[in-house]
């Protein structure tokens, strides 16, 4: 077996400790210039920096190492020629007694480590997250990375059109893991004695690489928080064209539009007419698969329709439903998930002040850079990108251009089985860890049926929902926006608040207290408006039938959001064979 130099360090401070030996903790500018601590002189660590960071506010004064790591480099391990691997780390470290730190397990550390996800493309070290500083404050070691990639661009040999697969395997798996080693290696060393505890936090992007680590590292951590994760990489970011295509394809061809105005009036239509679903009236639609209006009934002249210039002609009327339905192909089967009914649409340019701007111009960033991946060229444009063959002939079967079935289906032989993030095996985890994972119902991003159908695999794979119960457990935030987890306020939806999740987490770890329902708020201007229990899928908060309906306190666990109906509404093409 081959050692690397971090193995070996980590082996001799465990003998060190094994055998009694007495080693006084180090001082935080001692760990980036005396080689005896692992870092200075090791030949996979291109760059050392350490120093002390005074107290400023909230944030206690700390010890702030950064590294880069660079174990791989060329062609053999999928990287451009001349190209080495080079993840920048960033470890965020509670005073040790050497540096003055007092009143917790060794100086101000309290024995564990959370590691923090980014988010988008990464590529760079997120020096202000709330989840990273909260957590600092708390005692523990905290930990973040860039990824060791620029942005997504990183991910393409232009030259010689070939996917870069050392920059993506750093995105997607390596980077974080050697995040989560290093900071674990970094503070046996700073405190001279061991972690208790090891942590992931992370949403979206972070969620996606929580996902990655529990799927492959599951049994090196204690517990893993996943939100709003960005699994599926390819077909939600190529589904984030879909409105856009449906307003080009369908409305701007013949000469119509859609205004901010009529797209929010016809959200607010269904919203009125699904609300109560659930069982209660808050303005929320807290399972959207079940809602089936229509904005036809916002056609001008229909009775309860909006006044002009909100209402909708036929034409319009059908692309809103088309839109909501989400993609599908030729023979009418679901490709991917919508963003649906009762979820206010993201819309492009400056739509709320400019309606005119709704669907013209480029076609969103996110799916511009999957279709890159997918043809392996950067310059390929996204505007060839077209709703289904009759808009490609329209518009004359322009030179490079693809129907939107068929680009899915690239994606998914080309680049997803790199990007997706969907491996339904946990049995590292299972062995070893607890995870809990959640979406927001209201997230315009990324669309929570992805999430829910990944658990829904992952059940399948362990024998259905009451196996995954003692070791993973998923919670819907009802209305809530994309990885809405701070008290920022929320007008829409409940919000999911990171430490009520972090203290769920740590609690079941540490204290075996599985979360049978984790408490969630609606704010107004930083004032808590609404209380909700968030609920393990697939049950869901029931209202008791009487009390305040705003009170968290008046409703249970229970119901089933498994439904036939619900699976039937959820349904999709096989991955591989989205035009078939």
């Known amino acids: ?21 007495v080693w006084a903790a180090p001082t935080c500018a001692q760990l980036g210039t005396d080689p005896v601590y692992g870092l200075v002189d090791n030949k996979v660590i291109t760059t050392v920096k350490s120093h002390l960071v005074a107290a400023t506010g909230t944030v206690p004064g700390h010890c702030r190492v950064d590294i880069v790591y660079s174990g791989k480099a060329g062609p053999k391990d999928g990287y451009a020629p001349g190209e080495a691997e080079a993840i920048k780390i960033a470890v965020w470290l509670p005073l040790n007694s050497a540096d003055g730190g007092s009143g917790a397990t060794q100086g101000s550390w309290n024995g564990k480590v959370v590691n923090v996800g980014g988010g988008g493309c990464a590529g760079n070290i997120s020096e202000n997250s709330p989840r990273l500083l909260n957590r600092l404050k708390e005692g523990y070691v905290a930990t973040n990375t860039d990824t060791g990639w620029k942005g997504c661009d990183d991910g393409i040999i232009q030259a010689t059109h070939q996917l ?42 972070g969620g996606r690489q929580g996902l990655a680590l529990a799927q492959k590292w599951g049994d090196e951590f204690d517990g893993i928080l996943v939100g709003s994760p960005a699994i599926y990489w390819q077909e939600f970011r190529l589904a984030d064209a879909w409105p856009q295509l449906v307003n080009r394809d369908k409305l701007i061809a013949k000469g119509k539009g859609l205004t901010a105005g009529q797209f929010v009036a016809a959200n607010n239509g269904a919203v009125a007419a699904c609300d109560a679903l659930d069982g209660v009236k808050d303005g929320i639609v807290s399972d959207s698969r079940m809602c089936t209006w229509s904005a036809t009934h916002n056609i001008c002249g229909k009775p309860g329709a909006p006044e002009a210039p909100d209402c909708l002609d036929a034409d319009q009327a059908a692309a809103i439903d088309m839109m909501w339905d989400g993609p599908r192909n030729h023979a009418g089967t679901r490709i991917w998930y919508p963003v649906d009914r009762g979820i206010p649409m ?19 960033t996110s799916t511009a850079q999957v279709m890159q991946f997918n043809h392996r060229d950067l310059t390929f444009n996204v505007n060839n990108l077209f709703l289904d063959r009759v808009a490609l002939a329209a518009a004359g079967n322009p030179t490079n251009g693809i129907v939107y079935e068929d680009e899915a289906a690239l994606g998914s032989a080309n680049t997803e089985d790199y990007m997706g993030t969907m491996d339904a095996n946990l049995d590292k985890l299972k062995a070893h860890s607890k995870m809990i994972l959640w979406h927001g119902t209201g997230d315009p991003l990324i669309r929570w049926q992805g999430t829910m159908d990944y658990y829904r695999r992952v059940a399948e794979n362990y024998g259905g929902y009451r196996q995954l119960q003692p070791w993973f457990r998923f919670f819907l935030s009802p209305g809530s926006a994309h990885c809405q987890d701070g008290d920022a306020g929320s007008p829409i939806g409940i919000v999911a608040d990171d430490p009520t999740l972090f203290n769920a987490l740590v609690n079941w770890v540490e204290h075996d207290k599985p979360p049978n329902e984790i408490p969630a708020k609606q704010t107004v201007d930083r004032t808590v408006v609404r209380t909700r229990p968030m609920c393990p899928y697939p049950t869901t908060a029931v209202y008791n039938g009487s009390g305040d309906q705003n009170d968290g306190a008046n409703f249970h666990c229970g119901g089933n959001l498994e439904t036939k109906e619900a699976i039937e509404a959820g349904k999709r093409t096989k991955y591989k064979s989205e035009n078939k």
């Open 346 to 364: 993201i819309f492009p340019h400056s739509l709320a002040q400019n309606a005119s701007q709704f669907g013209v111009g480029d076609l969103p």
């Open 1 to 21: 077996m081959q050692y690397s130099y971090r193995h070996l360090f980590t082996l001799a401070l465990f003998l060190l400790v094994l055998s009694g030996a």
């Open 164 to 205: 870069d697969l050392g920059k993506l395997n750093d995105f997607i798996y390596d980077g974080v893991h050697e995040q989560s080693v290093w900071g674990q290696t970094i503070a046996k060393s700073y405190y001279s004695a061991g972690v208790s505890r090891n942590y992931w936090v992370g949403c979206s992007t």
